[in-house]
């Protein structure tokens, strides 16, 4: 059963700095992985989406990659802000998506 | 992008009662859709997957005779909560994949059960 682990659980930092989620799964037959945001009480953002045959994307200020073969993906957030405060989480998808705990990221003013 | 939507997207109703709660996929088909459930503070867990034309499957531990699911047409389908308890109170997410896999998801429902 694919299981899919996210650390820090927590994560605290001044606006400005740069940062890496990390999201690790124990199959590694997956055909694809996605990254959301949730904001408090709301559903979910879809941040970046690679396809398995991919190692990496880029939205703006986030950039994803993906090691299949060691089934791990991190999220890079570039000079981050306040208003990326939210909790981040990975999905992988074989049939069904199975998700991390999630990162919950503050970022202070 | 794609869009789901869910509805109602909040509802209070009593214990003993039944809920059912929407989720269509406004500009797209999908032959399947997942239902989730999150509880404050956890992650998303997978309920079940709703096939069209079929039933659903359960992940291990829900109740299939308690979450009925209907996946009624390609972009319609209903996650009934049957006889509902305090404890089922939870936030209920939906998702579809397009064409071409990637998952987009419903604003979800906070249902409260009194």
């Known amino acids: 059963k694919q299981e899919v682990t996210q650390i820090p659980a927590a994560l605290s930092v001044p606006e400005g700095e740069n940062l890496v989620l990390n999201c690790s799964f124990t199959?590694?037959?997956?055909?694809?992985l996605q990254w959301f945001r949730q904001d408090p009480g709301k559903g979910l953002t879809s941040l970046l989406l690679i396809q398995s045959s991919q190692r990496e994307q880029t939205s703006g200020r986030l950039n994803a990659s993906l090691d299949k073969s060691s089934g791990r993906s991190t999220l890079y957030i570039a000079a981050s802000q306040p208003g990326d405060s939210a909790t981040y989480l990975c999905a992988v998808r074989l049939g069904d998506m199975r998700f991390g705990a999630g990162t919950r990221l503050t970022v202070k003013p | 992008g794609a869009v789901v939507s869910q509805h109602p997207s909040w509802v209070i109703c009593k214990s003993g009662t039944s809920v059912k709660i929407e989720c269509r996929s406004l500009d797209f088909q999908a032959t399947t859709m997942f239902w989730y459930r999150q509880f404050p503070k956890q992650s998303l867990m997978l309920m079940a997957t709703s096939n069209e034309g079929s039933k659903a499957t359960y992940e291990q531990g829900v109740e299939k005779d308690k979450f009925l699911i209907n996946h009624a047409s390609l972009t319609l389908s209903t996650l009934t909560v049957t006889s509902a308890h305090p404890e089922d109170s939870s936030f209920y997410i939906c998702?579809?994949?397009?064409?071409?896999?990637?998952?987009?998801f419903g604003p979800g429902t906070r249902l409260t059960v009194t």
């Open positions: 199959d590694s037959a997956i055909y694809n």
């Open positions: 998702s579809a994949p397009d064409s071409s896999y990637e998952q987009y």
